[in-house]
């Protein structure tokens, strides 16, 4: 009798048991799933998070380096090229390239007599809002905007092609604050528009209005107030490239590609500290500079070529030594990547890998005018004509791994610069947005 009940009591206590395990199962897989909300959340919301490694939230991406982290990509195209996977339609008029942050897609164009911000579904490609930035910027080699969204801590911010720069709230839209840099500070506008995409540093705006009050300047990335104005030597205007960011020593600085040259600008007050140029044209300076330790690479076309300038710190500012100047590589626009002590990038119309040390070449391929990203051991390359070619970071030899020919061609040059990011390939052209599956 006493072992029978001892028994019941034992077959209580393990049920018991089991639902109490089944329970914490559960309690512990809703809780997973809503950690899980809470990363996509933050990540949605312009956050750095550990799962925001398929972001890819600012023009050249998260370091302006057109390096993206993303692994497991194809080592190969098939025959014609990736799968399309997402055709976008209604990004208007435009030369911006994409930035994505979680679930969305943001991009910039002229729609009827407007320049707008657009914001689309990342899975359906679905617009989910659209906002007034300015009137259309027009031009003959192509009306809309040419700068890319930046989107950091929730809030995109955006340069049009007149001037117009817009801070918005990035899952709705809304304004938060606006203004015309070129009208602010007494600037003009550029041949072929205002292209900057602008740095968002430290709570910090930076922009170049290139204007009487200042060639540079830095506003409160909340409130759009003016912190400091920087009036670098000579008064250049605006150029065509974007400023990034740069530690030597202990003293910080903005690397600006003026109409004029390099600048270094010191990050806590605007105070011009160096000054290059033997890599700017009298034309258009157009591609952004690359950071390569303490040093700068930049290059610009119209039979310029580029410099390699060494910085130290001294005090509390930097100067700087130009190493070389060479004729080797001349990129108009299609932006240039450093890796493993070589720039690839193309120099005029051949796509060309380049020694650091040396700046001389060690490989070039003739009719590849275009733009470039790195990911995964391989280059992504969109020639203007439109066709994209993938290849091996091989800096001995031009080594294909695939190409094919964007179909669903504008009569405009592919000028937006390719993107990567969760495992997919982001190529703009005017009013559409093609998406490829590379993983």
Sequence with gaps: MRSRSLQNLISVCLLTLGSII???SIVSAQQSSVINSLVR???????VTDDSV??????RGPNRDNLSAETGLLDRWPEGGPERVLTVTGLGEGYSSVSLVGNLIYTMGNIGDSEQILAFDRTTGKQVW?????????????????????????????LGGNGDLVCCDAMTGSVVWQKNILQEFGGSNIVWGISESVLIDDGKVICSPGGSAGSVVALDAKSGKTIWVSKVPEAPQASY??????TVGKVKQYVVFTAKGLAGIRASDGEP????????????????????????????????????????????????????????????????VFLDGHVYGSSGDLLSCVDVKT?????????????????????????????????????????????????????RPAWAHPVIAGGHLYLRDQDKLLVYAIR
Excluded at 54 to 59: E, K, R, T, V
Aim: glycine residues 12%.
């Design 273 to 336: 500290m160096w000054g290059e140029n033997a890599s700017s044209n009298g034309t258009a300076n157009c591609a952004t500079p690359l950071i390569i330790g303490n040093h700068v690479f930049s290059s610009s076309d119209y039979g310029t070529g580029a410099e390699y300038v060494q910085l130290r710190a001294q005090g509390d500012a930097i100067v700087s030594k130009k190493l070389y100047h060479t004729n080797e590589m001349k990129n108009h626009h299609g932006g240039m």
């Design 22 to 24: 089944v329970w914490v």
């Design 41 to 47: 959340t933050s990540a949605s919301s312009g956050v």
């Design 241 to 246: 490239a974007s400023p990034i960011p740069m």
């Design 130 to 158: 659209t906002t007034r930035s300015g009137k259309a910027y027009l031009d003959g080699t192509g009306n809309g905007p040419r700068g890319t969204p930046t989107i950091i801590d929730g809030r995109i911010y955006t």
């Design 54 to 59: 398929g972001d890819w939230n600012q023009y």
């Design 359 to 411: 700046g001389k070449h060690t490989w070039r391929e003739r009719s590849m005018k275009g733009s470039i990203v790195y990911a995964d051991g391989k280059l992504i390359f969109r020639n203007e004509n439109g066709e994209v070619v993938l290849l091996a970071a091989d800096p001995k030899k031009y080594s294909e791994l695939g190409k094919f020919n964007q179909p669903d061609r504008s009569d």
